[in-house]
């Protein structure tokens, strides 16, 4: 279906008829685009508009004189009435995002001035995006997986008029982690209530950094696109495929127990590591060679693992994906083999001399051997230490991760970039010591619980500083908790007073905590929520400089949009931290 050849007709529902006039005269006045413009005050009103005159679309403001719009689009669905339905709403508020998805609206909108000089364009698009589609879903019906091709930028309209952005990773085209999150809590519920198995499959792509450095970004990112497809392309009609982040991909098998998730792990790990990626005829940046790759898998099961939420699904198969990366990357790991390994590890310790002893010496000893043996056994270490928490596990190597790749959009040297790296895998060392009733406690600490807390940056120090090779990072770890403006802590450093690699540290590990680990104590933060407090408190928690170079990671991994973060809040933040120094040398 196409355009008429009459005047693009809109029905504008808007409680306060001052509010239509601004829209009005945007659509009207569009010489690219002329619309004519009818408007409504409430839903008896427009209902009664549309049994006298058809409309193209319609656009609708989510409150009206005591009515909900979405009540409209309830009221259009019970007839025969088939019109691109368009919410409106002052702010973007994410109960209402999901039930507009939910119920599948053609497109949501947020009122402002900047709306205006493109929105006939974009009511116009959305028309088209509503009607040009290959197979017509019925709003309210479940979004067909196989409707997303890995390979380009689908339509809206493709996923049930629900926008792209929405639900959709830019940079592969699977769905993002924010409908996985959404999509994780009915499928949980479901398997809990009709008692049927669950499994997920935490995908990893090995030594993808290596790669990163030798072929360049755009290689980095089509690699992604195509191990993405591949992922898709051998995956069943009601299984989720999911960029989590970075180079992580989930695989969520409803209907599945943990002997065929193995095995449908198994055999994905053997179709990446056989699958030759992106010859030079394609992609000229590759230079004629064929790339093979290998993937670490973590997998988790309902009911067969003990999981209390959902969040226990996602982290014990993250778990058991970090073990598989301990043990030589390249293999499947289940969290069921690996709970008796759990249970022997990461005891209840005390701080005492003799132990902090005994424990320089272990880290001592591994000194002795090559430095690839000491990595593998650092991280098996502190693997050991996480898994005491499930909100905890992995966090100190996706902080590594973070920390490595901020170092060098920094301009540091590998040298540089490689001690930050480690600090940051070794920065929570200390916490070995605290006791579990700290440690583990879900509710806020009391006073005397928190300095207890505050100790393990001294800790960690003690343990890392008589070990010839890791004194930088010992220095690094000691200060990672102070602040910019000098009221962090052990010794209330400021400014530069603060080692660089400190400071980017104290960066990835609250933006790592803010998503994945704070679960213990309130709900986790979605990546634009946990930088906008990232900025919100630079020059005062956090550099700005260190911040910025992290946003850039964000955004040269396709985590994080340009559109996504307030740029010139963080440039303002910039100047008042430059500020500050020059009075301070002053």
């Not at 064929?290 to 099961?301: H, K």
């Not at 408190?537 to 396709?558: H, I, M, N």
Request: proline share 4%; hydrophobic share 40%; aromatic share 8%.
């Amino acid at each position: 279906m196409a355009l008429e050849d009459k005047a693009f007709s809109v029905l504008i529902v808007e409680g306060d008829p001052r509010d239509v006039w601004p829209y009005k005269k945007s659509l009207e006045r569009n010489s690219r685009f002329p619309t004519h413009v009818d408007s409504a005050r409430n839903i008896d009103e427009a209902i009664e508009k549309l049994k006298q005159d058809s409309f193209h679309l319609l656009l609708v403001d989510s409150q009206l004189q005591g009515q909900e719009g979405m009540q409209l689009f309830d009221a259009l669905r019970e007839t025969d009435l088939n019109i691109p339905f368009v919410l409106m709403a002052p702010v973007r508020d994410d109960r209402l995002v999901r039930e507009a998805i939910r119920k599948g609206v053609a497109d949501f909108i947020i009122k402002s001035e900047s709306q205006f000089h493109e929105l006939a364009e974009k009511l116009r698009q959305t028309y088209q995006n509503f009607y040009d589609r290959k197979v017509y879903i019925q709003p309210g019906s479940k979004i067909p997986l196989k409707s997303l091709n890995p390979n380009k930028t689908v339509s809206p309209a493709k996923y049930d008029s629900v926008p792209s952005f929405m639900i959709q990773d830019g940079l592969t085209g699977v769905y993002n982690f924010s409908y996985f999150q959404d999509r994780l809590v009915r499928e949980c519920s479901r398997a809990s209530r009709y008692n049927f198995p669950i499994s997920l499959l935490l995908v990893d792509v090995d030594h993808f950094q290596s790669l990163n450095e030798k072929r360049g970004l755009a290689a980095g990112d089509a690699l992604l696109k195509e191990c993405a497809q591949v992922l898709f392309e051998n995956s069943r009609l009601s299984d989720l495929v999911v960029r989590m982040e970075g180079t992580t991909f989930a695989v969520l098998l409803p209907h599945v127990g943990y002997q065929g998730a193995a095995a449908w792990a198994e055999r994905l790990r053997r179709l990446l590591s056989e699958h030759v990626f992106l010859t030079g005829s394609e992609h000229t940046y590759l230079s004629n060679r064929n790339i093979q790759l290998t993937v670490s898998i973590g997998v988790s099961s309902f009911p067969e693992d003990q999981i209390e939420s959902r969040i226990d699904l996602i982290e014990h198969a993250r778990q058991a994906l970090v073990r598989s990366k301990v043990e030589g990357r390249n293999r499947v790991i289940c969290y069921r083999d690996l709970v008796p390994i759990l249970k022997k590890t990461a005891p209840n310790m005390e701080v005492s001399d003799a132990k902090v002893a005994d424990l320089q010496r272990q880290l001592s000893a591994v000194a002795e051997r090559s430095r690839k043996a000491y990595v593998d056994a650092t991280r098996d270490l502190i693997l050991a230490m996480e898994t005491k928490d499930v909100f905890t596990a992995g966090h100190s190597a996706r902080c590594a991760k973070y920390a490595a790749d901020t170092a060098r959009a920094m301009g540091m040297s590998l040298d540089d970039a490689e001690i930050i790296e480690q600090a940051a895998l070794l920065h929570d060392l200390g916490k070995i010591f605290i006791p579990d009733k700290i440690l583990l406690k879900p509710g806020k600490l009391t006073f005397a619980e928190y300095e207890e807390m505050k100790q393990h940056p001294r800790l960690g120090y003690e343990i890392l500083r008589p070990i010839r090779f890791l004194r930088d990072e010992a220095d690094l770890v000691l200060r990672h908790h102070e602040w910019f403006d000098g009221k962090g802590y052990p010794d209330q450093l400021k400014g530069d007073e603060i080692p660089l690699g400190a400071r980017v540290i104290s960066v990835v590990d609250a933006y790592d905590t803010m998503r994945l680990a704070g679960g213990r104590y309130k709900k986790t933060m979605n990546i634009q929520e946990a930088v906008k407090e990232l900025i919100d408190c630079s020059a005062t928690q956090f550099d700005p400089e260190a911040v910025k170079a992290f946003v850039e990671v964000l955004l040269t991994r396709g985590e994080l949009r340009p559109d996504e973060y307030d740029r010139e809040l963080l440039e303002e933040k910039i100047k008042m931290a430059n500020q500050m120094k020059g009075k301070e040398s002053v």
